[in-house]
């Protein structure tokens, strides 16, 4: 709490790690026991979290040897190991594996990539509906789809990288343009997700205005009336700049239709609801790895178990 | 004969032709992805150590080789014939660089996972499938191309 913060001047998250280790912990004890070892007195005592927060129990004090000794607390998420393994673990990874990520960004990424493909192409047909923005849209889906690719790449390349050389990825997420490549074609696929939820948007507000039917409604078949209605909406939000009696005159004629069948309907909002899905994949791709990463900190907090 | 503007009727024969050839062009886009990626990371960076150059040369290698097959890719759904001579040289490309790796590195699976797919992914642009399907969109191609003409003359 900010009241806190001021209170104490040191931030609560720091005080609760601290509160919740001293009561976890007999720290008295685990310094004396500490200190009785002529080869460890004076040793620094860290504790790393699941969450790889560092606290600094208590600094290290020269008294054994001049170069720092700490003794490394380390909260293990995840089953119980044995000395062995832990000290195979602590030999030989500086971090954890992050290969379910990585492989998760692959399927998340890759997915959106073919089906951000499909939908660009599709996009163009989706006529009816989208009020003459759909070939707009369906470049907008395309460069959505392109950068979905470039994504895909860079994650099946990062667990490549993953599996040979992790330290390859913590070097390249330390690099400036790095960063700055991923957030942008982060943002390129959230675009081109953006532009179809827009255009779904669209679409589910001309058939409630029109039919004047619940949100949950939209899908039920329609009556010929009904049709009717919609088709003239649709008409008359496609072309905004002719008067409705032209639109009507040009229905008569022939050359605009009349009614849209159910089929026609049920089908364009068929693409729109696969658009979505893509649309989905797009943004949980970016919020496991980059623009809405916050969120996912926040749930990893929700994991942690206490192995000391 | 007439070609059909009718966005519906387009729809639904591009959804017929969708569901019939999304296996062979999707596992070729994945195939290819998968067969750059993996030769980014043993192969261009393996050369780029051997070369004294940064690894971002090797980064940068294999995001140019992927905007090549995109383009190619791109040609390809557009229904133009040159579309293979921009698929196949990428291929190529990663075949060989995959071998060059094994040719200094014992073989893993994990090493030996970009040349089987690339090779995979050549014998999916080469199977029946995927060749009925390139052919279709040539022909959309030229029915377009020759209703544009008859609309000039």
């Not at chain 1, 609560?12 to 008295?28: E, F, V």
């Not at chain 1, 000290?87 to 951000?116: D, F, H, M, Y």
């Not at chain 1, 009696?245 to 239709?257: A, F, H, N």
């Not at chain 2, 019939?20 to 393996?46: D, Q």
């Amino acid at each position: 709490m900010p009241r806190d913060f001021l209170q104490s001047g040191v931030p609560t998250a720091h005080t609760t790690t601290r509160q919740r280790l001293t009561s976890l912990l007999d720290l008295p004890a685990l310094y004396r026991t500490i200190d009785a070892d002529p080869a460890i007195v004076g040793a620094g005592v860290v504790h790393i979290g699941s969450d790889y927060q560092v606290t600094v129990l208590r600094e290290f004090v020269p008294l054994c040897s001049i170069r720092p000794k700490r003794v490394i607390l380390r909260e293990v998420a995840g089953q119980l190991m044995t000395a062995d393994e832990y000290a195979k673990l602590a030999a030989n990874s500086p971090r954890e594996s992050q290969l379910w990520k990585e492989a998760s960004g692959i399927a998340t990424n890759c997915g959106g990539a073919v089906i951000g493909f499909v939908i660009a192409k599709a996009g163009v047909a989706a006529a009816p509906f989208s009020a003459g923005t759909s070939l707009a849209l369906s470049y907008i889906a395309y460069a959505g789809s392109a950068a979905g690719g470039v994504q895909c790449l860079n994650s099946l390349w990062r667990t490549y990288n993953e599996l040979t050389n992790p330290a390859e990825n913590d070097y390249y997420d330390t690099l400036g343009w790095y960063q700055t490549m991923t957030v942008a074609l982060d943002g390129i696929s959230l675009v081109g997700a953006g532009s179809s939820t827009f255009a779904t948007v669209k679409t589910a507000m001309a058939i409630k205005r029109s039919t004047g039917r619940d949100m949950t409604d939209i899908l039920r078949r329609m009556s010929r009336q009904e049709r009717a209605k919609l088709t003239s909406e649709v008409l008359w939000l496609k072309n905004p700049r002719h008067p409705r009696e032209i639109v009507r005159l040009k229905q008569l004629s022939g050359s605009l239709p009349k009614r849209f069948s159910n089929p026609q309907i049920r089908l364009s909002i068929m693409t729109q609801l696969k658009d979505q899905i893509g649309a989905t994949l797009a943004i949980v791709g970016s919020s496991i790895s980059g623009n809405i990463n916050p969120i996912l900190v926040a749930l990893y907090e929700e994991f942690e178990s206490y192995e000391i | 004969m007439k070609y059909s503007f009718d966005p519906l009727k387009e729809y639904l024969v591009w959804r017929r032709y969708a569901y019939r050839f999304l296996p062979a062009w999707a596992g070729a886009l994945l195939l290819c992805l998968n067969s750059i990626a993996g030769n980014m990371t043993h192969s261009l960076s393996y050369y780029a150590a051997v070369n004294h150059l940064p690894t971002e040369y090797a980064f940068a290698t294999g995001v140019a080789l992927c905007l090549v097959f995109f383009v190619g890719l791109k040609m390809l759904y557009e229904g133009f014939r040159h579309a293979n001579g921009v698929l196949i040289p990428v291929a190529i490309v990663n075949t060989l660089l995959a071998i060059a790796y094994l040719e200094n590195h014992s073989p893993t699976l994990l090493n030996l996972l970009p040349l089987f797919s690339a090779l995979l992914y050549i014998l999916v642009l080469n199977s029946k499938n995927h060749r009925r399907y390139t052919s279709m969109l040539r022909v959309k191609r030229r029915r377009k191309i020759r209703a544009a003409k008859s609309l000039i003359h």
